[in-house]
Each structure stands twice: as C-alpha cells, then as structure tokens.
C-alpha cells in the first residue's frame, strides 16, 4: 500500500504573504520520518469551494494520509470543518465528545458557551475529536475510503501539540517501518556545476538514496556545497552502512576534483 | 480581466521539510501589491509528471500569471525547464540570448562551458531569458494562452533580484491598478470569540476589506488580538478613509467589549 501523503494549509493570510507557512515544513519533516512520502503541499483560500475541490481530488487518487491545517477558529472565515463535512457528503453536528472538550476549556477560566464556540464543537458525522493542549478547537480525525484525514489548527503550538500527542500514534500503525539517515558534507572549492554529475553518478549507484546540493556561496566564484545524503531503509544497520559508504565515497570524489572537505556527519532521523 | 495567480514551487528538499518555502510568501506579497489575487501555492516534487500536470492545469484554468520557482540549476534534478517546454507541447533547445548570459557569466570567472552549463541556457521555444543578476542560471518568461508562465530559480536572493529586476516589470503592466492600505489594531482583554461576530459585521458592513484576527495569547485566559484590516481600492483617497474608518469604528467597539486598545496605526502596501 502506498504510504503518500498531501498537505493542505488553508487561509488567506498565508495566500497574501503575511504569514511563512512554518507548519508545513515541520509536518513535511514528521511525515517523513514516520514514513509517509509527501507528495503536495497546497495553500488554498478560505473557500468552500476550494477546500471541497481539493480534499475530492485526494480522496479520489486514494492518497493515504491528508493533513488540513487552519480554519478552525470561532470566526465566520473560519471554514475547515464545514466544508471538509461538505466535501465527504457527510452531515456537520456537534459531536458529544468535542463539545465536552470544549465545554471544560472555557468553564474552567469563567467564559459561557455561545454559539461562537460551540462551532468549535462541530464535526463531519463519524469523526473522532483530537484533544487540544494548547488552544480551545479540538482537531479532527476521519476516515473515507483509502484516505485518513486529519484536520488541525492553522496555530504552530496548538498544531504541534494534537500532532505530536495524537495524530503521531494514529501514523505509528500505518506508516511504513523505515529508519532514515542523513549524512551532511559539507565542501569547499567546488562549483555546483562540477558536482552535479558525480552526484549524478552516486544516485545512479544507489537508487535508494535522495543526494542533494545546496550552494551556500556565489556558484562560480567562492564555492561552497552543503550536500545532503538521505538514506531510508528497513534495516538501520543497512542503511547506516550505506549512507557512511556513499558519504565517503562521494567526499572522496570531491577532493579530488579539487574540493577541501569541511566537514562530514550522519545523523539518524527517527526511531 | 481576472489577476489571479499561482505559485508552484518545485524541490523534494521542500517535500521532505529541510527548507521552509519563504519564497512563496515573498511572492504572494509581491503580487499582491502588483493588484495580483493569489489562489493557490503548491509544492510538487521535481518530478516531470508532476509539473507538467500542474503548468497545464493551472493554463487550462486560464490563470493570469503562474510563477514556478525552482530547478533550473545545473543538477540532473533539475528539469523544470525542460518539464515546462513538455507541458506547452513546445520545442527545448539553447536559446541564444540565455547562452550569451550564461557564456559570460561564467568565461568572466575563467570558468569552461561544459555541458552541465549549457543546460542552464535551454529554454522553451518562445521564451524569453530573464537576467539573474546574483546567480548563473536565467529565469524564463512565456506567455501560454491567456497564462504569463515565469519560471525562477528556488534559491532566495536570485529570485527576489530576477522579479525585482524583471519580473515586476512585466506585471506591472498587466496587474489591475489597486492601492492597499493595511490597518493594524493590537487590542488587550477580548478573546477571539467575542472578536468574531464583530468583525463579521464590519466585513459585511465593507464588502471589499478583509479583516482577520491573530490571536497572541492563549484564547480565554489573556487574549490579545493582532487584527489586520486590509482595504484595496482604485482611488487611494478613498482606499485610506475607508481603512481609517474601519479601524476607528472597530476599535470604539472592541472598547465596549472589555478591550484596551494598544496601538492602532495605517500604513499604504505600494505606489
């Protein structure tokens, strides 16, 4: 079963460049270490129209795990949760289980429910509510056909926090078992143009691997290559092999194309 | 005419969380104040599938102007170029007057032209170079039907300095002419679902401004609320009395509802 995902960030503020979208790389970074691949990020309006379109479109190519953020807040644009219940052709109630959530955060510092929060209560039929540690709306968790959906705060703290106490576990069972390795090198007196075809070479040797340079200087002037050596693999004794194997090898390459190594590391990225 | 756009970004170093897209705020920035509405920004991989799929959906919609950013530099991942030239079904070859740019870019340095390099010279037929003055590889302009299709590297200070330099240009001339003003009222002790039926009232009051509340505190204990009232019009005059008006009225009701207001202030996004 293929383990891909789709990211999906919702809000005009990230559409008219007032806000960096932060979660998405961080949810990038977990989905790839609990072994999901991530195959599109999108950033869409506050729209109902939108947010139907898209979830449709994921459901139908049977991507196995779609993350929405943002729109769930008590304001009118505030749209995630409705349109998700519109997208499935499901009924939008309150659930019971949110509404207690709900209920004890804003009791227990002196607020009354009104109809403003009791929206955050409000769930496609046959969902099951994500506890929010930090903020008051309780994420979403449902599943529709090969897809399981999960929608969270567009807040980086209330977003990290249903993700790392829930949404991880629920990955945990579906994710493929596989431990990844980074190794960095890091090159001096090399332009990117003279590495490319001997990284070129190195993913040619070992189809597994994802090598890539990030120039950090002027590409023919002063260069320096910082070069990235991602190794993924069932067996972590295997894969540590291959990855200290290519940094090696390729390090080796490099100095006698004229580079000064700076320095090399490898790093295990999850497990 | 509508200005809508789309940004796609292109790079797995996106997909797997190593970088976060910063270009794509900077762009939805840009084009905004250019009288541009962005609709949606995706991050595909470098996969030729992928952008090709995306480069014909986004011209089939009719989107006025599509910005890709990313993979034109001189690694075998890099085939946005040559991906792009697929999609619009056209011819990819030197194109003459990138070869120049790339040529003296790199014989000023004592550098050889190799076959990694000429790559950076390859463009669709019918496209126009765009000068990069920071890095080696050109940007690309085509135009596809009623689409503008600018491809620019991914890498940060070559792509601000090719749409600074060109890009802005070229859009000014087909952008609608709106003026942006930007009111930001900070305001203590109103936690964000009271804020809300609020602003909903001034939004429909102003159907043109968009109004959205950042809450900075946690919700219910010690709210305060970043609100930002943005208002664009064809008439500057008139875009600042309206911006003014909101932002006055607003914060008188904030007033009524408990809130201490911290700081107001107005400021115009362009011209």
Redesign the interface.
């Known amino acids: 079963m293929s383990c891909n995902a789709w990211i999906v960030s919702i809000g005009?503020?990230?559409?008219?460049?007032?806000?960096?979208?932060?979660n998405?790389?961080?949810?990038?970074?977990?989905?790839?270490i609990l072994g999901f691949?991530?195959?599109?990020?999108?950033?869409?309006?506050d729209s109902e129209e939108?947010i139907v379109e898209v979830v449709r479109e994921c459901v139908n190519r049977g991507v196995r795990v779609l993350i929405l953020t943002g729109g769930l807040?008590?304001?009118?644009?505030d749209i995630t949760s409705e349109s998700l219940a519109k997208a499935l052709g499901r009924g939008w109630e309150v659930n019971s289980e949110a509404y207690s959530m709900v209920v004890e955060?804003?009791r227990s510092?002196g607020?009354e429910i009104?109809n403003?929060?009791v929206k955050l209560a409000k769930m496609p039929l046959n969902s099951k509510p994500l506890p929010n540690p930090?903020?008051?709306a309780p994420g979403i968790f449902t599943i529709e056909g090969n897809t399981y959906i999960f929608a969270l705060p567009g807040?980086p703290s209330e977003m990290e926090a249903i993700f790392s106490g829930e949404v991880e576990k629920i990955l945990g069972e579906i994710g493929s078992k596989t431990y990844f390795l980074e190794g960095i090198i890091i090159v001096e007196g090399v332009?990117?143009?003279i590495?490319?075809?001997i990284?070129?070479k190195y993913?040619k040797k070992h189809g597994e691997a994802?090598i890539?340079?990030?120039?950090k200087g002027?590409?023919?002037?002063k260069p320096v290559l910082d070069i990235?050596v991602?190794v993924g693999g069932v067996n972590v004794g295997n894969a540590e092999a291959e990855c200290s194997e290519i940094v090696r090898e390729l390090s080796g390459e490099l100095v006698q194309n004229g580079g000064f190594i700076r320095s090399t590391s490898i790093q295990r990225l999850n497990h």
Do not use: Q
């Not at 890539?212 to 120039?215: A, D, M």
């Open positions: 005009n503020e990230l559409l008219i460049g007032r806000i960096v979208n932060t998405a790389a961080w949810l990038c970074r977990k989905l790839l691949s991530v195959k599109r990020v999108l950033t869409i309006p939108d807040g008590p304001t009118y644009d955060k804003y510092r607020f009104t403003y929060r930090v903020g008051t807040i332009p990117e143009s590495a490319a075809p990284i070129d993913m994802y890539k340079s990030h120039p002027f590409e023919s002037s990235r991602l």
